[in-house]
């Protein structure tokens, strides 16, 4: 789908090539503490929806996405709020999508509260062991295909900016590279399939077609979080 930009992976690294501009990336991971604050919060939200409150908004869930339009000469940057959370190893998302896919068949036809504790164990799958978590990347379905996805086909390289609630208020910039996943993509069907289990869900925006996904190759982290200031005053 980036037209212009080819996108390929090297080891550690990530090619991205427009025409005959080749920039070159390293390739980091999410820490480990940024990890473990998304499977938490993704397991309370669970916990919050099965006892059958309705979320008013899921930060962790909803990062600012920042990308870029270089024919805009004094506001450049576009932002939107975006669903993108955490991806499955490369190596798992065939089993996590046949195991999802079994249970959205189960529950086809039946009413979505009394499928709701099977949906929540499938996008358990994920989240109940580390191991099954890809480090390196971030994922999130495109839905609107607006100025954000049309930035991301003409510059790849983006920010998501995380901000969680009192009293932590985790807060991380990540740097990443977006590629956009066509159908075929077994990384998009993995995202699809997450998305479907709560399509239904009163709290999601109701839009049941999504042609692309996007996966967001992780470059930098920046942690955020607040700490507190030390003043030292300065003697008069």
Same mark, same amino acid.
């Given at each position: 789908m980036q037209k212009y930009i080819h996108i390929r992976r090297i080891g550690k690294k990530l090619q991205v090539k427009e025409k ?9 991971? !999410? ?10 919060? $993704? /397991? ?9 409150? %309705? ?13 870029w339009n270089p024919k805009e000469k004094d506001f450049p940057m576009n932002l939107a709020c975006k669903g993108v959370g955490l991806? +499955? @190893?490369?190596?798992? !998302?065939?089993? !996590? ?15 979505? %509260?009394?499928?709701?504790? =099977? $949906?929540?164990? #499938? +996008?358990?799958? !994920?989240? $109940? @062991? $580390?191991?099954?978590?890809? +480090?390196? +990347? ?11 996805f049309k930035n991301i086909i003409k510059n790849p390289q983006v920010s998501l900016f995380y901000i969680g609630s009192l009293p932590?208020? =985790? ?6 590279? #977006? ?11 993995? *995202?699809?399939? *997450? =998305?479907?289990?709560?399509?239904? #869900? ?10 692309? #996904? ?17 003043? /030292? *005053?300065?003697?008069?």
């Open positions: 005959n501009n080749l920039k070159e990336f390293k390739l980091e991971n !999410l820490p480990g503490d940024f990890i473990d604050w998304q499977i938490s919060e $993704r /397991k309370k939200m669970f916990g919050f929806i099965e006892s059958g409150k %309705k979320p008013s908004f899921f930060s962790p869930h909803l990062p600012s996405l920042i990308t991806v +499955a @190893e490369e190596q798992k !998302l065939e089993y !996590l999508i046949e195991e999802i896919n079994k249970i959205l068949e189960e529950v086809k036809g039946l009413p979505f %509260k009394e499928t709701l504790g =099977r $949906r929540i164990d #499938a +996008a358990l799958l !994920l989240y $109940r @062991e $580390r191991s099954n978590i890809d +480090a390196g +990347a971030l994922g999130g379905i495109e839905i609107f295909e607006t100025t954000s932590g208020y =985790r807060s991380f910039q990540i740097n990443c590279i #977006a590629e956009i996943q066509q159908s075929e993509s077994i990384f998009y069907k993995f *995202m699809k399939s *997450m =998305r479907e289990l709560f399509e239904e #869900a009163s709290f999601h925006f109701q839009q049941p077609k999504y042609p692309f #996904a996007i996966k967001y190759h992780v470059i930098e982290v920046l942690d955020k979080t607040l700490k507190l200031r030390h003043w /030292k *005053m300065d003697k008069q």
